[in-house]
Every structure is written in structure tokens, then in C-alpha cells.
């Protein structure tokens, strides 16, 4: 029992250690405050699309236009991931239904077949992308400016 709880506290130690390099990397990463703000905020932006596979690449496509640090708007798009799909997104179908004013017609998860989800595709995609538009924009914003103030003011204190 002393050998299993030695073992799983090395490991434990060893992920922490792991977890303290990879913020440190993050933390160092190259460019001004605005640059890395800029690039975290393009990045969760990109994150709150339901493009799987292509939100990195829009994270660093938007961060190279906006002149932003790219590795920091790869990072960003991890706002998106296996544990948040489900809530993002059907959170992100509310939000763009309510704005589309066409609430009444919310379609009920519960009982929809798979046939039904596709002939519903114009009015369930244009409500889940109105949605990710307004959400990404404000977690994009909020992000991006909670870095650049916290680097700022970590800035000062050094």
C-alpha cells in the first residue's frame, strides 16, 4: 500500500511539474502585452465555432491578420474540447435563436432523430453560428483584455 501511494505522488508531482513548465512556456512566449492579449483573444473567438479541426487554423489566421501571437490564439481555441462541446455549443444554438427572434421554434433535442437533424440544417446551422459569433466575440474580448491587464500589471510589479 506505501509503494502504490509513493508511486501515484510521483506521478502526481511529476504532472504539476509538467503543468508549471507548460504555463511558463505560455508565459514567455515573444511579443508585447497587446500582441499576446490580442492572440489569446482571436484565439478563444476561434474556439467558440463549431468547425472542428479548422478552429486552430482560424485562431492563427486571424492572430497573423490582426498581428497577434499565434501560438498564444492556437492555445485560445482550446476553450473548445471534448469536456465543452456539448454545453458550448448547445448553449451557443440558445443564444443565436434568441437573438434570430425565433424562439418559439426551438427545436426539442430530446426526441430528434438524426434524419430530422439534417433537414433541419439551415435553421439549426444559422442559429448555432449567430450564437458562436456573439459568444466568441465576448469571451474573445473578456480573455483577451483580462490577459492584457494581468500582464500589465505583472509588468509593473516587476
Known sequence: MDQDFLKMK??????????????????????SPSQRALGLGVGIFSGCFPFFGLQTLMGVFLAKIFKGNSILAAVGTWISNPLTYVPLYFFNYRLGSLILNKNKNIVDFSHITTNELWSQGWYLSSRLIMGSICMGLFTGIVGGLGLYFLLKKLSHKM
Request: net charge positive; aromatic share 18%.
Open 10 to 31: 510521483k506521478i502526481f508531482l511529476n504532472l504539476i511539474q509538467r503543468i508549471r513548465k507548460f504555463i511558463s512556456w505560455l508565459w514567455n512566449q515573444e511579443g
